[in-house]
């Protein structure tokens, strides 16, 4: 699986705003745009999918800006993958079986279900909350199971 700039960015602002917000004080996207070094109208696309996915609520005003729509610990990296990206199947058969005749037998399918399997596993266990720990830490490994 390879993550779009869409989905890297966007995890990096959830990050920001799970470190700074506290849970109760807004963040401004103009702040997340220069902290992270993203345009601010790529954010606002990136925004838009978070909010559709109810990881990310807006809240207007001089004092305005973005919150996380439920705990850090209740979202997982899954949710946010899977709200910017879509669906992280490797083959379609595995979303939509009726797509291909072959799917009761076929080897090829069992292999990328394990695939998938395992991304979801990784994917699932590990939560915003976890990320902004690891950030707060300075954390510098290069992956993370």
């Known amino acids: 699986m390879k993550l779009s700039t869409k989905c890297r960015y966007g995890l990096c602002a959830m990050i920001e705003i799970g470190r700074r917000s506290g849970g109760s004080v807004p963040v401004k996207r103009c702040e997340i745009s220069k902290t992270q070094n993203i345009s601010r109208p790529y954010l606002e696309n990136i925004f838009t999918l978070l909010r559709n996915g109810k990881l990310l609520r807006s809240v207007r005003g001089a004092n305005g800006g973005f919150l996380l729509d439920q705990p850090p610990g209740k979202i997982s ?13 490797p083959v379609e058969c595995l979303e939509n079986p009726v797509t291909c005749r072959k799917t009761p037998d076929c080897s090829a399918r069992k292999a990328w279900k394990k695939l998938y399997d395992v991304q979801v596993g990784v994917l699932k266990n590990m939560t915003l909350k976890e990320m902004c720990e690891m950030e707060d830490s ?5 992956y993370v199971i």
């Open 138 to 142: 300075g954390y510098t490994a290069d």
């Open 77 to 89: 990296l899954f949710d946010i993958v899977t709200a910017l990206e879509g669906s992280i199947a």
